[in-house]
Every structure is written in structure tokens, then in C-alpha cells.
């Protein structure tokens, strides 16, 4: 209790909001002004009046928040909450593969770089791709999507479009397995399974919904249901046990869990607090070509989100 209450007086002294994504632990997702997925936390970041982001994730989605704010100091509580998914591609990888397609357009997932970013031409969550495409890019012929091949996947099955695809992945999506929802389905036949677009198709099609974290809490508040098998990482099911008391959570796997989003503590919150550290910079010329293509998403979505 002290701890909380000593973030909660610097946070008021230093004007400061407390970002938190669905996958942070318990204690990070309680103390936050903000619980949510990676869409809604680029709104929130963008719309904030604060002049503090305390920002409770990993480096991509703090980075989008300055990219977003530069005006403000945005902080990541501890410097290697990183994203594998992200590093598996780089600015010169980009540009080779583009130089080989020199038509196409770049669609990057917003788990990518600020660097990869100032290369492209547009982002995407996994909560608004399929309508980066339907209507964003639907007169586009060749698009390059990157780096998740799995989200590719997901958004080219409901779109019906090819894109070019860079082999990337969720080392933590991976570890869900369709073994696991047989054996979830078998203990509990009632459930309704929802699964994560990072996820392999394998298990997406034994889904009855895919969604992006966001997606999963509204769905599940929404649906008449009393049992649910959730394939993402397991932290999510604190935010859903919260918001649905009534209702019966299953993670699909015990093993999917993302260690870059547990690198952030109610201590490392504190410090970096009173120091002012780990503070985020992106570069002001990568910043202003990043900041078009994420932009761009956030326009797209402002009647949904009705800001930007
Ligand atoms: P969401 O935008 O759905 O929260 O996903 C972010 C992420 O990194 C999932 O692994
Ligand atoms: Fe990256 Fe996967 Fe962790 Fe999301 S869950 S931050 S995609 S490693």
C-alpha cells in the first residue's frame, strides 16, 4: 500500500498518466489510469494532457506514444521490456525487400521500430488491420505486410487479398498449440474459445472469435456466455475476471506469457518516477516520417475512437 500511494503522490506531482497494456501483471494493470490494447493506448497517449507518460508495455508501444507526444516525457519503467516480433525486422531489411517491390506499399504492424516505421506507409493493430486494407488500401495492388506473418494470415483470409509477407512471429503466440484447445475444450465443452490474430491458424480456426486484446474484453462483456478458453497471453485474464465477475476464464496455454511486459514492476513504476529515467527519444527525423504512417491509422479509426 505504500508503494501504491507513493506512485500515486509523484504521479500527481510530476502530472503524469499511467499507460498499461492488457498483458502487464496484476499490480501494473490496478495502478494504471489506462488498461488497454495497443490501438488504444496510441489514443490515449495521443490524446492526453498530461506531461508525463509513465508508459507500462514494451519499447514499441512507448516509442508510438512519443512518436504521438514528443512534446512529453514518456517513460518505460525498465529499458529491455523489448518486443522479439519487432526485432525480427530492420530498417535494411525493409528497404532490400522493397527495393525488390518498388510499387508496393508497406502495412507494419505497429509491433515494428520507430526506424521501420519511418519507412512505411502505413500501421496497423491487430484491432483495426482488416480495415487498414478493406478501406485504406483497397485500391492498392501489391502490399507488403509486416513483420507478424500470422496477423498477414489473418487479415488476407478476411480480406481475400495476397500480400507479401515477412516472416515474423510472436515467440509468445507460438506457444499455444491446437493440443491445447482439444484439451481446454474437453474440460470445458460450454466454453467459447477466442483467440489473438498473432496466433497460428491452426489455432485460429478453432476459434470462435479472434480478436485483439481489446477486442476479447468488449466481446466478452458483450456475449451472452458464461465460460470462455482465451488464447493469448494468460495476464489478460486479470482485466477479464475484473470486468465479468460472473463469468469463467481458461487461458488456453499456462506457458503463454510474454516476459518483456513482466520487466515492468510497482517498483521500477516508482523509480523511474523520482529519477525521471529510462526516458524514451526517438529521433526528431525518424519521429515525422513514423508519425505519417501511425497518423494515418489513428484518422482512419477517429470516428470509432472520436479523437485525432
Ligand atoms: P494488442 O494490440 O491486441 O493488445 O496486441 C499487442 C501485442 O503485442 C500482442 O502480442
Ligand atoms: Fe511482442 Fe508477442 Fe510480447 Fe506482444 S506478446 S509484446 S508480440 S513478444
Redesign the pocket.
Known amino acids: 500500500m505504500e508503494l501504491v500511494e507513493k506512485i500515486l503522490g509523484l504521479k500527481r506531482k510530476r502530472n503524469a498518466v499511467i499507460l498499461a ?3 502487464q501483471t496484476p499490480a501494473v494493470q490496478d495502478i494504471a489510469d489506462y488498461v ?4 488504444g ?1 496510441s489514443v490515449q497517449a495521443a490524446g492526453t494532457d498530461a506531461e508525463v507518460i509513465v508508459f507500462c508495455g ?1 519499447r514499441f ?1 512507448a516509442e508510438t506514444a512519443k512518436i504521438l507526444s514528443p512534446e512529453k516525457t514518456v517513460l518505460l519503467p525498465d529499458e529491455r521490456a523489448g ?1 522479439p ?1 519487432a526485432d525480427m525486422v530492420t530498417t535494411d531489411q525493409l528497404m532490400a525487400l522493397k527495393a525488390k517491390h518498388p510499387e508496393a506499399k508497406v502495412l507494419a504492424y ?2 515494428t521500430s520507430a526506424q521501420v516505421k519511418a519507412e512505411c506507409d502505413l500501421c496497423c ?3 483495426n488491420a482488416v480495415s487498414m486494407v478493406r478501406d485504406i488500401l483497397k485500391d492498392e495492388k501489391e502490399i507488403i505486410f509486416i513483420p507478424d506473418r500470422h496477423l498477414a494470415d489473418y487479415v488476407a483470409l478476411e480480406t481475400g487479398r495476397e500480400f507479401i509477407v515477412w516472416n515474423g512471429w ?1 515467440p ?2 507460438a506457444k499455444i498449440l491446437p493440443e491445447d484447445i482439444i484439451r481446454e475444450k474437453e474440460l470445458h465443452p460450454k466454453a467459447f474459445v477466442i483467440a ?3 496466433c497460428p491458424r491452426e489455432v485460429r480456426s478453432m476459434a470462435d472469435e479472434v ?6 474484453c468488449s466481446y466478452i462483456r458483450e456475449k451472452d456466455a458464461d465460460e470462455f478458453i482465451v488464447a ?2 494468460v495476464e489478460i485474464i486479470h482485466r477479464l475476471k475484473k470486468e465479468n465477475p460472473e463469468k469463467l476464464f481458461y487461458p488456453a496455454s499456462r506457458f503463454a506469457v ?1 516476459p518483456n511486459m513482466k520487466y515492468t514492476t510497482l517498483e521500477k513504476i516508482l523509480w523511474s518516477l523520482e529519477d525521471m529515467t529510462q526516458e524514451v527519444h526517438v529521433d526528431e527525423s525518424v519521429r515525422i516520417r513514423a508519425r505519417r504512417s501511425i497518423g494515418r491509422m489513428l484518422s482512419a479509426g477517429e470516428r470509432q475512437y472520436g479523437v485525432i
Do not use: R
Open positions: 497494456h492488457n498483458y488497454g490494447d495497443s490501438l493506448l514494451v508501444m518486443c516480433m505497429v509491433n493493430t491487430s484491432a510472436c509468445t503466440h489473438h490474430p498473432e480478436a485483439s486484446t481489446g477486442g476479447m493469448t497471453e510474454c
